[in-house]
């Protein structure tokens, strides 16, 4: 990760704090939980969710993480347990 790379690399973290930053703003667009620093807190931990199941994809080989997270995060995020009636590991149904 460059923010292991140190000092000499600070103009690059810092672009990538930024980037992040960014997508933070955009993902809870679509979260909005009435109280803005819950609404931005719930985006940053979906953006290290999907950090995460991208590393977990690499490591292990497969795509399984991919549709465990979205289904662990539709039962955090949709309202009235919508999605309680699904598998969470399993793929959501479209």
């Known amino acids: 990760?460059?923010?292991d790379l140190g000092g000499e690399s600070e103009a690059l973290r810092a672009l990538l704090a930024g980037g992040f930053a960014d997508w933070v703003v955009q993902i809870a667009r679509y979260?909005?939980?009435?109280?803005?620093?819950r609404t931005d807190?719930?985006?940053a931990m979906v953006l290290t969710t999907?950090?995460?199941e991208n590393s977990r994809a690499?490591?292990?080989?497969?795509?399984?993480?991919?549709?465990?997270a979205e289904a662990w995060l539709a039962e955090l995020v949709e309202p009235d347990g919508a999605s309680?009636?699904?598998t969470v590991g399993s793929s959501p149904a479209r």
Request: glycine share 16%; hydrophobic share 30%.
């Open 1 to 3: 990760m460059t923010g």
């Open 31 to 37: 979260v909005e939980l009435g109280d803005a620093g």
């Open 58 to 68: 690499r490591v292990e080989r497969s795509s399984r993480p991919f549709p465990e």
């Open 50 to 52: 999907v950090g995460g």
């Open 41 to 43: 807190s719930l985006a």
């Open 84 to 86: 309680r009636s699904r």
